[in-house]
Each structure stands twice: as structure tokens, then as C-alpha cells.
């Protein structure tokens, strides 16, 4: 698609603009200036409903660098008169605006496209005028059809051609002006036609519009440009201090570092790490997060900041900032970014509680409240106050946080529980830290209301947990993941799957164990371009909960782990799945996901194509973890652009098995104790007997 | 609806703004704010998709006098804390904000509702807050109920409520700290809670909020009020001219005042004339559109202007000015109201043209342009230049012309093809025009693509001609009605549904002769609340027309008519069906519009019912006006609120035959000979045995 308007660009005359866009921005608003003569009453055309927009431009939509952003809006006129527009485009940061023409599709509805090669935030709007000289052909013809008297007509023409011959670049100019004296001189109506209406005439008349009567749309739609990786990415979430060589020794960023190998070579791009800040000694949690600490407990990471430092300190034990420096550069010889946790939480032994009393909230008896939601209590944290009269300050130094690591080499940040401070401070640290950063990505990991979840996406975050780990059954999921693909959230939400985390090991898990996990790992792997798991109990398939909870028995949370060199039951399967997603770009994108008829309501077919086509991928998921399952399913040959009267050869990336189907109806079985899916690459027919260029 | 808003607000005590609403507006763009520290980022309320509003706000939604607004919004936070909001509204053009409380609906969605009185513009917004007492209230629930330490919370209720009281009108300050005091010293938590939470202090409390970190939707939205007319209203179209009592003799308003006890008596409250201007010489068209004018041919009176005046002036055979004044107040004493044409056109010969030639189009031979859409072309007009230099004053001579009608007493005008004069001039005009005159009326006759018709009833047209006229299957209407019902447009696009009009008699008419026109009244009657019929024609069942086209043979636009006294064939029907309109609130609205199901495709099933129900319409129509029609409709008794177990009593208002079913599933037969449909008026049980005061 790209390359298609790449070319179209190449043949069409480059626009110029005569005079820069002007900005009919005003103090006052475009309803008050439509009712008052301030604007140019003569600008006659209309455009409205510019696509893609969030909440008529409110907030940016987002893309990823080299994307498409394929634009729309509704142009209209009053009379019969043609119109021609364009798309303008530039980064936000740059003066100069690029242009592409737009197309007419229907329904007064006019399209154009326009890639954005780099992370960055973009600019579009469209530009739209009455083409008074493309009226006039379409008129000239007319009547010269009809057999009418054209003189006139011819003499009125021949004026526009002059006038355009002052705006035209000096090679265009005497060949208009020699134009338009031949078609008044012209022995036959036909033969005026034919000058009025060829192919050169009508390409530099469409190339050098009297934009003086344009109309432009207001305000200006802004595209939000992400690196690569914001939309496709593959996490690995891991303890450090787990990483120890032996049980229950502390491990460090060094031992951390000997783990990359195995990370890499399942696949895995971003390493995610849980806070690696001191942790607080007050009200420390305890195993299985018991209000009684036993002897050497290690503490929740989340509990942030003791008298070793605060979000800018590294848990001694874990080891010093070069050692984090060395283990991001070894993880980046790996391909492997580290993702680290923001918390902006404190616990009550935290430095800033010392030094800036006033950025928490005071209990009558002078005591910090510490967070709660009643009845629950959270001792061992102190939430900060963003109502207290020093919020900017606050800001401030919360930014300072993230711009530290960033200034450590650190370019992800998951950032834990934000829709438990406001919005409006995300909007703007976001906003900050993308203007000197804009690859810098920030996952939401909020389990909240459905409209704070799409809020949080709107204002920024470029990746946002989901309800994936509670949607089970075919329907769930089928509806859940249409409404993130098809309905608004596409232009903003960009899901991140998780089939397990420290915090969720849902009750599917804990009823099928192993099995259960390779469902929902092949499910979350395919179903969104980026997904993740909480590594070395999902690996291992820890499935083990504190019973009536979705909490892990003995959580890594407050203890440390020893996790053992050898494989893990389910390595073999997150590998393959990997190097599936790694090998095939239809397997990059979420919004290119599309769900197929299949007549069993435990079996899940769904597919995902790129952009071309070159590389199809099919998926049929068991969410039966128990039984075998057999169904009918319906190949969407039309859709994926398969030629229905010829075979489809088919090859399973986890089994390495091939098919070949004829036709759309095929049968399929899946036993769980084989495999959890198939997914189907399938592949192109190289040629038959007409392809053949001596046939 | 109204008065359970009404009631509602009597008892909860009135909002108070201790300062006025600040004004939130800046220079610069709401994106841009957010991203800065300009606002209070301590704002944490989030207020998203405010509705009822078309395209954010960029238009007002309409209504009609005391016609109920029904608010809504997405209002969200961060965090635990309980939220609350009001309802914001005022007239435009006075200064005090009205308020109402919006309440939790569900999914985070806040609702209320507010009634517009008055014809003119209304603003409103929703303003939302964090309700830290509320908060604090559920919080001390939750720990009273798990036994946990209440007593700091208290003393934080108690500086809560000592706070509340320096904000509060006198009278309840003093019991706000007697309260907490008691709430301290209270000897039971039990206690506590109660003291804290009754309704008493939850009543004041939420009736005196802190609103100094509150968030405001910005901009505020709009609503047009219109006078009743605009919504319910019933139209006959006449030509004056012939109104004559003699054949061929030019008519005059003397003579069309004899004409109004009869139309009166119809049913119908608005009378709109063609054009009544003088009427151009130059190119004058004669009978069936001729371009040869025969000798004593009237001329079309869309060619305005003469020797004899332009726009303000009347056609001197119609009479003077006097008579027309008169004609207004005739009109008036039987409840009609005058229609005037605006066709914003000139015949060669209107003043204007000599007076302004700036206003008009020249060709490069000096003859001024007239208007043509090639190859068809109309000599007998010229259009405006609405791209002329001296546009400014143009416009202010159009309006003027309005301004002109207004001060005889006009208040209803049919705008002639306003697709072909630009969307900003109208925009304007009508602005202008309302500003003064909030209760006037204008009907835009634009027949051309969709958004062209949406966007001038976006920018102000208070009723539109529609696609009524070529919709004639049950699919056809059925669809186009849920679209201009249930979509977008019934936020602003108002229908004026017209079985025939002077340019266009269908050729479902055409075929079906005068009960194809019963048939297309009743839909026309029934399916909006404002309909109009072009009266002498329709009334007389002439449906002759030219062959070939959809124009009347021997059209009236080009000759003058001489009507008969005596009752035309459609006349009973068509007082039938306006007594019905009258005598029926369900059928004085559009919007609540729904179609039901019956099994057969020539049969429309459909029903209206006013807001709170006690009138309900049902209409049956067979579309087939040559043979009879069989079917089973199924009755909709829930969405009716009609108890299924109890038998319906059905009027029907055309042919005063009484019904009785007993449940959903009824058989009906139409037989065109005897009548087009069944208009059933559903009559309330009156009462059982059960409701017997001594049952």
C-alpha cells in the first residue's frame, strides 16, 4: 500500500504552495466565527469528519514508525461545481508541510495516505477549493455533447489558463499562455474539447490550484509515532534477586546477566524487571503477604525506598549501577531490552518521606496515612498526596525518576497501578518525556473500569495491560478482542497479554495446570502482537494458588525463588511460538486480527495477514485443556485473497506437520495432550501450467 | 419525564456556587493545556463525550419549546474516592447558570436533564468533583463493618464537616459543627456511623460541595430551541394566482383569503405560497416549461423581479401590500400561519442587476451569466455570485430581505435549493435571523446527496425536505426512517415529509392514481409530525404528468389554475388524518418513531407513542394500492407497556371501527378500495375487579 501511493506521488505533480498555509486559528471559536462575517464568506467548501481522529482530535492517534495513516473526511460544496483537496502533513517539530492529493472514493467521501518514517508526533489536516478550471471542462464537455455554442466558453477558459500562468513555475507558464490562445483558435468544437481536457493540461491546472478560496480543516489531527517495538514486543518478566545460584541466596544483576542466554534463545525482547529499589524495613510483608515479617525476608519490591535511597537507588543487594549498566548492554548484545517498573509509591522508610512531608497526607493524630482501601490495608506503603498545594514540585520530581533511568540506557517502563494517580499527570509526564524521547514506551499495567483503561491509553501510555486474563470461552474472547480491533480503541489501546503476572494466576490456570498454559500462551501470543509472561513459573508451570485467590502459593513477591537451569515444561513451546511471531509479520499487528466460523464452540479460529498478503497466518486454539476437540471450520478464502478452485497447502508451526485442503470446509481435531493449537502458515501456490511464460 | 425532574429537584437542596463558574478558556488548545502545568493539575476528575452534541460541539442539538434535554457524560478518576457532578444550563444571553444533579447510571456513565422553556440558545456542561466526604463516609462503613479502629477517621469526618460549615448558608452552619462534634464523642462505632451517613448531613453535605479542585466540560454545548411549530407542523401548498374565481383569471390575495375557511377546515396551520414577487419578461418560460412564452403566459414566479421591484415587492396582480398584511391576519384568526418562499435567485429583468452588477457573474463577451447546469439551461434566471468581491454586502441585502417578510409579520420561510447558495452564508443568515427572531421557521428544499442535506440542517435549517418522495417499499422507509430516528440526524435534521410537490408528482402517484395518494398521505401524516401536501392538486387526486418525467402536465409553475369550490376526492381523508395529528400528542413528534414486524411485504407496521405513554398510536398502511393485503402483525405490548394478559382496545381513527385482541398476534386485511390504513388510537384498560377500592 505504501509503495502503491509512493508511486502514484512520483507521477503526479508535486504540489506548491504559493503562499505558506495560513493558520486561521482565532481567540475565538469556529462556531462563533461561522456566525460572524470574520471568516472569508466566499470559502464555499465544507470538510468534515477528518479520520483518524479520537474525540475530534482531543487526543493523537498512534502509529508505529513506517506506518501507514491512511486519512478521510467528507468534502462538500454547494452547485455542481468540481473540487479537488489535499492531504498536508509534517512533524510537529518541523515548519514545512508535505502534501499528497486526495482521492474522491464516494459518498462525497475523499482518501489519502501518508507514512510516518519515524517515532515523533505528526501533523494532517486536509485542504479543499472549488477547481473552477475542472468545472469547466466537465461543463465544456457537456455542452459540446449537446452540440451547443462554446465560444464563450472557450474565451472564459483561455482566461483561467492566463491566470494560471502567473502562478505556474516558469517552465509551465508560456505553454499554458500557448494553450490557451489554440483553443480559442480552434476550427472544431471537438478539437477544443480535446485541447481543454488532455492529460497535461489537466495535471498542471490540478498542480497549481488558486488556493486563495481554500478551506482547511481546524484544529490540525496529530499521529503519535512509536518505535517498532510498542507494537510488536515479547516480555519476560523475572525476580533478579531470584536469579541467585543457589536457594535462597540473594541473587544479583550479575547472576541476572548469565540468565540472557536462555531469555534469547526463547525469544524474548524485553526483559522486565520488578522495582530494583531498597526496599522498606516498616510494616515489611512477610511470605505469602503475611503483616508479620519472618527472620531475612526479603520484602515486596513494590514496597519502594529505605534508608538506602528511594526511586533513584538500587537494592544493595542486587549490586551497584554499573552492574545494572552492564546487565542493559549484555541484554542489548542479546537483541533483549530491559524494562523496568515505575511505582510511584513510598514506603514509609523512603528518603521522600523525610524530605517532603508535604507531598503526603497527614491523619489528625500527625501520623502519614499509609494506603488503604478499606477494609484492605496496605501498611508498608504511603501513597503520595497529588492534591497537596506542592503537585508541581511533585511532578517534577517524579519526572526527574523516569529521565534518571532513561539516562542509564533504559527506553521501556511498565508502570505499576496508573490509574491510582491522576490523569492529567500522566498526560503531561508522558507528554515531557516523549518530546526528548519519543521511543521511550510506557505500559499500563491497570485492571480497572473500562473507560479508565481507554482513558489512560488516550493520554498516552503506549501499551496497556487487559481483561485477556479473564476472558476464557470462545465468546469472550471473540467479543472482547472485536471491540479492541474493530471499534475505537484501535486508533489508541494497544493490548499487551499476560496469561500470568506476580500479582494473577487465574483460576483456568490453577483448574488445568500445564495444559491450561499452553492454551492461553499460544492465545496470547497470537492474539495480540505483543504479549508477556511472568517467566520462570509460567516456564515451569507453576500453577499452584493460595486456594480462593488468584494469588501464587508462596509468592516470589515476598520471598526468594531458585529456579532451576533445566528446562522448564513449557520451553519448548514458548520457542516455537516465538520464532513463529519473530518469522512471520502477520503475527507483528493486533488490528489485523479476524475471527472465522468454526462449529464447535471450544475450538477458537481466528487469522491475522500483513499488509500485502505475502504471509498469512491461521490459528485453531483448544481452549479445552482436557478433551479432545473436532470441528468444522471455514477457511475465509475470498478474504485472504486464496484462489477458491485451488488447493491450500498448509504447514502447523508448532507440530512442523503440512495439509493440504481442498476447498473452504475442513475438518480439524485437537487432543491437548499433543498440542494446544495449530497455527497454520500458509503458503502461496508457486505457479501452474498458465504461469508458465511459454503456456 | 419533566415532572419526575421536577419533583426530584424540590426536594434536594439547591446547589450553590460560592464563586461564579470560572471560565476555563485559554488561548490555547485543550491538548495543549494538558500537556503544560497551566491548568491545576490537582483537577483529577476527568469529564468525557458530554451528550446530546454533533460533532463536539461544533453545532447545537435542537429542541423545541419545553421539550426535556436529557444530559449524559462519562465522568471518571483515579483511585478509590467516591465522585459527584451537576448539571450546568442557561439561556445563552443571560448570565446565571441553573443546576441539577447528574447521577450514576452505570459503567461510569453520569445522566439528567433540564427543559428548555423558552424559542432561543441554551448552553450547558456538566461539572464534576471528587466527593471526599462521600468517601470518607463509605471508607468508615467498611472499617465499622470489619471492626477495625474508626476513631482518627473520625476526628478527619469532624475537620470535614468544620470546614463544610464555613462554605454552607448560615442556618446550617452551626448544626454542621454540633454534628461533629457529636460524631467524636459518640460512645458506639455503630453509633458514629450513623450520626455520620443519615440523610440529614449526606443531604447538605452533597448540596455544598467543595468545588475549588472541580473539573468543567469544555466548551460548553448548545441547544437551538425552537418554537413548537417546528417539530409538529401541517402544510398546504398554494399558488395565489389561482385562487381566482373565473378560469384563466389571475388570482389575488383577496381572492386566497375566501380560500382559508377550507383549509382551515383541512386541518392544516401553515399556508406556503410560491414566490409573490413581480416576475422577470426576459426569457419569461410559457405553459409545460416552453422556452417560448405565449402571449398572456404568467411566467414562473421562481424568475423574481421586474420593472415593477425584486425581493421586497409584491407582483402587483396579486394586490398590494395591504392585502397581503391583511391575508397574514385572516390566516392567522383561523390558526394558519403564512409561509413565504425565499428563492435567492433573479430573473434578468430584477432590479439588482442593474443596481449591482458586482453581485453576478460576466461572461468574457460582458453579458452576464445565467444559470445552467450543462446541458440544461435556465435563460430565465440569473444566480449570485457568491465568490464576488463585494460578497459582504450581498449578504447583508439577503438578510435584509428576510428581515423585510419578518416585519410584515412573517415567520415560517421555505428556502428555495439553499445546496446552491454557500453552507457559510446560511449559517450566518439564519444566526443573524434567530438571534432576533428565535421562533422563526426555515425549511430547507435541498434535494441532493446526504451530507449535503445533514449539513445545512447542522448549520441551522430547522426542517428539511427529505428522501421521503422516491422511498416506497416497506424497506426502502423502514430503513431511511431508522436512519433520520434512531442515527445521528435526529439530533438536528428535522423532516418535512411532502407526497407531491409542485416540481415533482412521483411516479408511484403517476401509476397509482388517487389511492396511491391516499396511501402516501397517510404515510406522509403519520411517519413525521410535519408533513406538507402542494394542496389543490394533491386534494383533487390529479397525478397526469408530463411523460417520461416527474413533472405535472400542464404545470401550475407555468399557468394559472382555477380550482373547483366543491370537495376534492381526497379531502375527507385528508381531515381525517390532521384531526388525528391534532387530537394525538404521539403523532405531534418524530423522534419516537419504531417499526414493528408484519409477515408481509406490502404491509408497514409501525407506532408512536407521546413520553409518558397515555397516547399511543399504531399504524398499519398497505403500500400495494391496487390489491388488497393479508397479514399477522405482532403487537410490541412490553416496549407499549401494554399488559399482555389483558385484552387491547383499538380505535381506528379513519374509519371509526373498533377492535378487541387478545395478545400480541393479530390478523389484518387493508383493502385499498375501502381504505389506505388502519390509524388505531390504543385505548387504556379503565380497570379490573383487582383495582375495585372494596376488592
Known amino acids: 500500500m505504501y509503495e502503491n501511493y509512493r508511486n502514484l506521488r512520483s507521477t503526479f505533480p508535486v504540489f506548491n504552495f504559493g503562499t505558506p498555509i495560513a493558520t486561521l486559528r482565532s481567540k475565538r471559536s469556529p462556531i462563533q466565527m461561522e456566525r460572524t462575517m470574520e471568516n472569508d464568506g466566499r470559502k464555499r467548501v465544507v470538510i468534515e469528519n477528518l479520520q483518524p481522529s479520537i474525540e475530534c482530535g482531543r487526543y493523537p492517534v498512534k502509529r508505529c514508525e513506517g ?40 459518498n462525497d467521501r475523499w482518501e489519502s495516505a501518508f507514512v510516518v518514517p519515524q517515532s515523533g508526533t505528526y501533523l494532517f489536516t486536509v485542504r479543499a477549493w472549488v477547481d473552477h478550471f475542472g468545472t469547466w471542462q466537465h461543463f465544456l464537455a457537456s455542452k459540446v455533447n449537446a452540440d451547443q455554442d462554446i ?12 491566470e494560471a500562468s502567473k502562478r505556474v513555475p516558469p517552465e509551465f507558464s508560456r505553454p499554458l499562455i500557448d494553450r490557451a490562445r489554440i483553443i480559442v483558435d480552434a476550427s ?15 495535471a498542471v491546472m490540478r498542480a497549481y490550484p488558486d488556493l486563495s478560496l481554500s478551506s482547511e480543516y481546524s484544529p490540525y489531527l496529530k499521529v503519535d509515532v512509536d518505535s517498532k517495538k510498542a507494537v510488536f514486543s515479547t516480555w519476560y518478566e523475572l525476580f533478579p534477586r531470584s536469579c541467585g545460584s543457589e536457594k535462597s541466596m540473594h541473587g544479583t544483576f550479575r547472576d541476572c546477566e548469565r540468565k540472557l542466554a536462555q531469555i534469547a534463545e526463547m525469544g524474548f525482547d524485553v526483559l522486565y524487571l520488578p522495582p530494583i529499589h531498597p526496599i522498606g524495613i516498616t510494616n515489611r510483608k512477610g ?42 548492554n549484555a541484554a542489548a548484545s542479546y537483541g533483549i531490552e530491559i524494562a523496568l517498573d515505575i511505582a510511584f509509591q513510598c514506603s514509609p522508610d523512603h528518603p521522600y518521606v523525610k524530605e517532603h512531608p508535604e507531598w503526603f497526607k497527614k491523619r489528625p493524630d500527625g501520623t502519614i496515612q499509609f494506603a488503604e482501601n478499606p477494609p484492605k490495608r496496605y501498611e508498608d506503603i504511603v501513597p503520595f498526596d497529588f492534591e497537596c498545594e506542592e503537585w508541581k514540585e511533585l511532578w517534577n520530581e517524579l519526572k526527574s ?172 513451546l514458548i520457542s516455537k511460538i516465538n520464532r513463529a511471531r519473530r ?113
Not at 464563450?152 to 483561455?158: E, N, T, V
Not at 478539437?191 to 492529460?199: G, S, V, Y
Not at 481466528?606 to 483448544?622: C, E, F, Q, T, W
Request: glycine share 6%; aromatic share 12%; proline share 7%.
Open 67 to 106: 506506518e501507514l495513516v491512511t486519512v478521510s473526511a467528507d468534502i462538500i460544496c454547494d452547485s455542481h461545481d468540481r473540487l479537488d483537496a489535499m492531504l498536508l502533513f509534517r512533524r510537529e517539530d518541523q515548519s514545512d508541510w508535505d502534501s499528497l492529493p486526495l482521492y474522491h472514493k464516494d
Open 151 to 162: 465560444s464563450i466558453d472557450l474565451q472564459a477558459g483561455a482566461i483561467m489558463l492566463e
Open 188 to 202: 472544431e468544437p471537438a478539437a477544443a474539447l480535446l485541447l481543454a481536457t488532455d492529460k497535461e493540461i489537466t
Open 287 to 328: 511470605r505469602n503477604n503475611s503483616t508479620k515479617e519472618g527472620v531475612g525476608d526479603p520484602g515486596s519490591p513494590w514496597a519502594i525506598g529505605s534508608s538506602d535511597g528511594g526511586h533513584k537507588s538500587i537494592e544493595p543487594a542486587l549490586g551497584g549501577m554499573e552492574d545494572f549498566v552492564s546487565l542493559i
Open 401 to 572: 525518576v523516569v529521565l534518571f533511568w532513561i539516562d542509564k540506557g533504559v527506553r521501556i517502563f511498565r508502570v505499576d497501578n496508573p490509574h491510582t494517580k491522576p490523569f492529567p499527570f500522566w498526560e503531561w509526564l508522558i507528554s515531557e518525556v516523549r518530546n526528548r524521547y519519543p521511543e521511550v514506551i510506557f505500559l499500563a499495567e491497570a485492571f480497572t473500569r473500562p473507560k479508565i483503561m481507554n482513558r489512560l491509553a488516550k493520554i498516552g501510555f503506549n501499551q496497556s495491560y487487559t481483561y485477556f486474563t479473564w476472558r476464557n470461552t470462545k465468546e469472550e474472547i471473540t467479543s472482547y478482542f472485536n471491540e479492541l480491533t474493530k471499534d475505537k480503541p484501535v486508533e489508541f489501546f494497544r493490548p499487551n497479554l499476560w496469561p500470568n503476572t506476580p500479582d494473577i494466576l487465574p483460576e483456568y490456570l490453577q483448574a488445568g495446570g500445564q495444559r491450561a498454559s499452553a492454551v492461553r500462551l499460544v492465545l496470547s501470543a497470537t492474539l495480540s502482537s505483543s504479549y508477556g509472561i511472568y517467566g520462570p513459573v509460567f516456564e515451569n508451570a507453576v500453577t499452584s494458588g493460595v486456594p480462593g485467590t488468584e494469588e501464587y502459593l508462596d509468592s516470589e513477591k515476598y520471598e526468594i525463588k531458585s529456579w532451576k537451569e533445566e528446562n522448564g515444561p513449557l520451553k519448548n
Open 583 to 695: 518469522e512471520n509479520s502477520a503475527l507483528q499487528e493486533t488490528r489485523n486480527l479476524r475471527f472465522y466460523p468454526v462449529d464447535n464452540d471450544y475450538l477458537l479460529f481466528y487469522g491475522k495477514a500483513n499488509s500485502d498478503r505475502s504471509n498469512i497466518i491461521l490459528v485453531v486454539v483448544n481452549l479445552d485443556p482436557f478433551h479432545s476437540q473436532s470441528g468444522i471450520l471455514k477457511l475465509p478464502l475470498a478474504e485472504l485473497s486464496i484462489d477458491p478452485s485451488q488447493p491450500v497447502y498448509l504447514d502447523d508451526l508448532l507440530s512442523g506437520e503440512h495439509f493440504v485442503w481442498n476447498g473452504p470446509q475442513n475438518s480439524i481435531t485437537l487432543d491437548p495432550e499433543k498440542s494446544p493449537a495449530f497455527v497454520f502458515s500458509v503458503q502461496r501456490q508457486l505457479r501452474q501450467e498458465m504461469q508458465f511464460e511459454y503456456y
